[in-house]
């Protein structure tokens, strides 16, 4: 039994090790053939004092450009993406370029200077690639998408840089995030005292989302996250096992071995560093006015970041352009859960904001 054991272990190390070469496999057709003028490189960029590192994906790279802010903060979700990617991909129709921020992913060390690690220092950085991207690409401006947390990295950027973007696209768009956390957890309780779900019931029975200090580290790392995933109405509508997000790193080909780890480590680095700023800020007080068209994209089941207050929070900003999209078959990541609808939407908006010639 012992040597199974150590057998099932060493084989699902080995399985993993195959799987981290750190490159990202060339972009193929339905066929299996591989793209003419596509491009799917892993590159690394010096950004304001530290080595950060990107994907690049994209059928053409004449195609509009797309800098996408992953959410978290600390959590890059490219492996997720193309865990569940379907013959239909943004990429077909975009360059999209996935950036590891400071503290995330491949880019995080553990010699990052925490005091480093703030919104400000964020959007600086932003800037910073984004300037890269542009100057790569030979463009003036480009597309941004902020997912979750990069949707509040992404209004941040978008205030002090408008200049830089066509447009920028909000999924899950934070907006007053400690409101969305008491929704959440009403919500929550609800359901399980109509369902009799005993262990949801227990474990937001620690809590009070009216007390001060709401919503503590340890409910948000610990058990807030599943309970949503459990319900339907966190990451995935569909659902989201434990085992998902890991399951995805283990087969992607883009990290090294130590970058999968490090991506662990980011994840809970940067969740201490950045997210209190984020429960601090209230959108709809410090973020209101736009030179930017402005487009939110929401699960009709996302609790994660409240729908209701992101519809709301469209209602009252001031934007050259402006329009909700809901999703009613997706929790937070209606990007993943239906791509058709999702690209179709990306190509409309691109059509309505094409650089002038």
């Known amino acids: 039994m012992v040597y199974l ?16 070469p750190g490159k990202l496999p ?29 994907f690049i994906r994209g059928e053409n790279i004449q ?14 979700m490219l492996q997720f993406i193309t865990y569940l990617e379907k013959e239909e991909r943004l990429e077909k129709y975009f360059t999209v370029c996935y950036w590891d921020q400071r503290g995330s992913g ?21 800037r910073a690639v984004t300037e890269y ?41 934070v907006t007053n995030q400690v409101e969305s956390e008491r929704l959440a957890y009403e919500f929550m309780l609800n359901h399980a005292q109509e369902i009799n779900d005993q262990e949801v019931m227990k474990q937001l029975g620690k809590y009070d989302p009216y007390a001060d200090g709401f919503p503590q ?33 283990s087969v992607f080909k883009g990290y090294t071995l130590i970058e999968k780890v ?7 680095f940067s969740m201490v560093h950045l997210f209190p700023t984020v429960l601090e800020d209230n959108l709809f007080i410090s973020s209101t006015k736009f030179e930017v068209p402005f487009y939110i994209i929401q699960g009709d089941y996302d609790y994660m970041v409240s729908q209701v207050l992101a519809e709301k929070y469209l209602e009252v900003i001031e934007a050259p352009k402006k329009e909700f999209f809901s999703f009613a078959n997706s929790a937070h990541s209606p990007n993943m859960e239906e791509p058709e609808k999702f690209i179709d939407i990306l190509r409309d908006i691109a059509l309505e904001n094409s650089p002038e010639e």
Not at 26 to 54: A, F, H, R
Not at 63 to 76: D, E, Q, R, S
């Open 5 to 20: 054991v150590i057998g099932i272990i060493f084989m699902g190390f080995l399985i993993i090790f195959i799987n981290s």
């Open 26 to 54: 060339p972009l193929e057709d339905t066929q299996g053939n591989l793209i003419s003028d596509s491009i799917s490189e892993k590159v690394w960029i010096e950004v304001n004092g530290i080595k950060q590192g990107m």
């Open 63 to 76: 195609n509009p450009i797309i800098l996408y802010l992953h959410g978290g903060p600390g959590t890059p």
């Open 106 to 126: 491949m880019t995080y060390n553990k010699s990052t200077d925490p005091s480093t690690m703030t919104v400000s220092q964020m959007v600086e950085d932003t």
């Open 133 to 173: 991207v542009k100057s790569r690409f030979g463009q003036n401006k480009i597309y941004l998408i902020g997912h979750s947390w990069g949707s509040y990295l992404g209004v941040k950027t978008i205030e002090k840089y408008p200049e830089n973007y066509l447009a920028y696209i909000g999924i899950g768009q």
């Open 217 to 249: 580290l340890d409910y948000l790392v610990k058990g807030r996250t599943n309970m949503l995933n459990k319900y339907g109405i966190g990451h995935l509508h569909q659902g989201l096992s434990s085992t998902d997000i890991p399951k995805s790193l």
């Open 262 to 268: 490090n991506w662990f480590l980011g994840a809970d």
